[in-house]
Structures are given as C-alpha cells and as structure tokens.
C-alpha cells in the first residue's frame, strides 16, 4: 500500500479528482487534464503495482446479494443495446447521472464503454449481455483510449461500493474511495482473474471512487452503490 499511497499522492489525487472540479471541467479542459502542458497533473510513471492479497484473503469474492439498500445505485449496463467493439461506441460519461453516478477517465476522452458480450472478453461471472470495458491498446474514433483509471463521481455521499471485475489475464485490481475532501478513506487490491470477483469499498462520505488496473483488458460489471 505504500507505493499505491505514494503514486495516489494527495496533491495527484487532487489535481485529478478534486472536489473543486466540476464535471464538465474535467472533460472541456484537456490541459488541465493530463495533457502535455499539464504533465504536472497527469499521474506519476506507473509504479510496480502493490502486492495483490493472497486468495484465500478475498473475502468480496462471492457476487454482491441480491438484496439491496433502499435509494442504492444498481447498474448492470444491460437497459442499453451495445455495439461488439469499441470504435462503434464512445467512453461512458452521464448516461447513468439520473441514477447518481457520472463516469470520466483520467484524459477527456479516456475510460471505459459499455460493449456486449460479442467482444469476446474471454471472462465469465457478469451479467448478460453488457458489461464496462477497457482495453488500454485501443483507441476511440474520437481520441483517448479505452483504458484505466475510471472515475464514478456519486451525486450524493455513498457507504458501500461494490463492483465485480475480470481480465482474462494478470494484473491487479485497485479500487480507492474519496470523500468530498478528496481524502482517501477506504481502497481495496486484489488479484485479477478471468471469473467476476467483487471488490468492494465501505467508509462514511464516499463521493468518488477511482479503480486502476496493470492488466491492458479489464471488464467491470455490476455496480453497486448504497
Ligand atoms: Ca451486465
């Protein structure tokens, strides 16, 4: 966690994800973004990825019940109709806004897409047919890549945020929470695998939740948000 705690500085995390931005800052504003005059604000060289728990400590490893709390955001990207690849399809953003979440990358145009099951993930445990997708080699029509960190900014403060996610290779997958001062209060790590595992975060105040991974394709699925 030291190096996670080193690369998710607080001044990086604020530059990125701070309370002050709005969301349409973050996507008009690719200088202050990331870009190349705003290197300053673009994430640190990528760090060695801290040392994923064994497995018999996943204890989120079952899919969230079925069961939720009243006023949660549940999201399962399946009340759309997606296209198999992601040059048919542009990174997520405010289509689930009403629900209570918003969607950015760390880059204007970067982050995932909802896709269907027909690109061919090679991972299984999510619910069918959509699902959140990454895959960090390709890029949109439009610019930016199709690549981790995800942003979800909560329109009111969350306790419980759980999500399931694969790749069908290696990696580690981190999931840190925010509360509205841009403190982290709440992260998770584990190891990737091509079944769904359910990571989740729990802490008072949550308004932002970033997850990252070293694995160049990632599928997430499933959100919960209570
Ligand atoms: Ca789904």
Same mark, same amino acid.
């Given at each position: 966690?030291?190096?996670?705690?080193?690369?998710?500085?607080?001044?990086?995390?604020?530059?990125?994800?701070?309370?002050?931005?709005?969301?349409?800052?973050?996507?008009?504003?690719?200088?202050?973004?990331?870009?190349?005059? &705003? %290197?300053? #604000? $673009?994430?640190?060289?990528?760090?060695?990825?801290?040392?994923?728990?064994? !497995?018999?400590? @996943? =204890?989120?490893?079952?899919?969230?019940?079925?069961?939720?709390?009243?006023?949660?955001?549940?999201?399962?990207?399946?009340?759309?109709?997606?296209?198999?690849?992601?040059?048919?399809?542009?990174?997520?953003?405010?289509?689930?806004?009403?629900?209570?979440?918003?969607?950015?990358?760390?880059?204007?145009?970067?982050? &995932? %897409?909802? #896709? $269907?099951?027909?690109?061919?993930?090679?991972?299984?445990?999510?619910?069918? !047919?959509?699902? @959140? =997708?990454?895959?960090?080699?390709?890029?949109?029509?439009?610019?930016?890549?199709?690549?981790?960190?995800?942003?979800?900014?909560?329109?009111?403060?969350?306790?419980?945020?759980?999500?399931?996610?694969?790749?069908?290779?290696?990696?580690?997958?981190?999931?840190?929470?925010?509360?509205?001062?841009?403190?982290?209060?709440?992260?998770?790590?584990?190891?990737?695998?091509?079944?769904?595992?359910?990571?989740?975060?729990?802490?008072?105040?949550?308004?932002?939740?970033?997850?990252?991974?070293?694995?160049?394709?990632?599928?997430?699925?499933?959100?919960?948000?209570?």
């Amino acid at each position: 966690m030291l190096v996670l705690a080193k690369w998710l500085s607080a001044a990086v995390i604020a530059a990125i994800v701070g309370p002050s931005q709005t969301l349409t800052d973050d996507v008009a504003t690719p200088t202050t973004r990331g870009g190349v005059a &705003g %290197a300053a #604000l $673009d994430f640190p060289a990528a760090p060695a990825f801290p040392a994923a728990p064994a !497995p018999a400590s @996943l =204890a989120h490893a079952a899919k969230g019940s079925a069961g939720h709390a009243k006023g949660a955001i549940v999201l399962d990207f399946d009340d759309v109709s997606a296209p198999c690849n992601f040059v048919q399809t542009t990174p997520l953003r405010t289509e689930y806004a009403a629900a209570g979440v918003s969607f950015l990358g760390r880059k204007p145009m970067d982050g &995932g %897409a909802i #896709l $269907d099951e027909c690109s061919n993930f090679s991972v299984s445990g999510y619910s069918s !047919p959509n699902f @959140l =997708a990454f895959n960090s080699a390709v890029s949109y029509v439009a610019g930016g890549l199709a690549t981790t960190p995800e942003i979800l900014r909560f329109a009111s403060p969350r306790s419980h945020v759980e999500l399931g996610f694969a790749s069908p290779f290696a990696g580690t997958f981190v999931m840190v929470a925010y509360n509205a001062n841009g403190t982290v209060i709440a992260s998770t790590s584990m190891a990737m695998s091509s079944v769904m595992q359910t990571a989740t975060v729990q802490a008072t105040g949550i308004v932002r939740v970033v997850f990252y991974t070293n694995s160049s394709w990632l599928v997430v699925d499933d959100l919960v948000a209570s």
